[in-house]
């Protein structure tokens, strides 16, 4: 079951798609890519982190990324500097983060039109 965000979370996820696009960007234009994603990737761990610990369910990750994290659990902070990590869990909030963001734009607009 996909949770129900609010807006922090929102926020967070608006966020990690945002450096995770760039992140690919770099990736793919640069001469020494690890090296110009590590700052994002440590960037967007930190929100990774902060999501998931926000997020009431637990299950998030899928078996194949948590059997490639090397011993690392979602508690540790190292587990989320991975893309294959970043982008299981924005698949996991995806359809929910979109609805919950279309319905927060038309609360506010309909709130500035009062």
């Given at each position: 079951m996909k949770p129900s965000l609010n807006?922090?979370?929102v926020g967070s996820v608006?966020?990690?798609?945002?450096?995770?696009v760039k992140a690919t960007k770099l990736y793919n234009e640069s001469?020494?890519?690890?090296?110009s994603v590590r700052p994002l990737?440590?960037?967007m761990a930190e929100i990774?982190?902060?999501l998931v610990i926000s997020l009431p369910e637990s299950r998030i990750f899928t078996t194949e990324v948590l059997l490639g994290a090397n011993g690392l659990t979602a508690n540790?902070?190292?587990?989320?500097?991975t893309m294959s990590v970043i982008e299981d869990l924005l698949s996991y909030v995806d359809d929910t983060s979109l609805v919950e963001?279309?319905?927060?734009?038309?609360?506010?607009?309909r709130e500035l039109n009062n």
């Open positions: 807006v922090e979370q608006i966020k990690l798609t945002s450096r995770a001469e020494n890519p690890h090296e990737l440590e960037e990774a982190k902060s540790d902070l190292e587990f989320y500097k963001l279309q319905s927060l734009l038309n609360s506010a607009s």
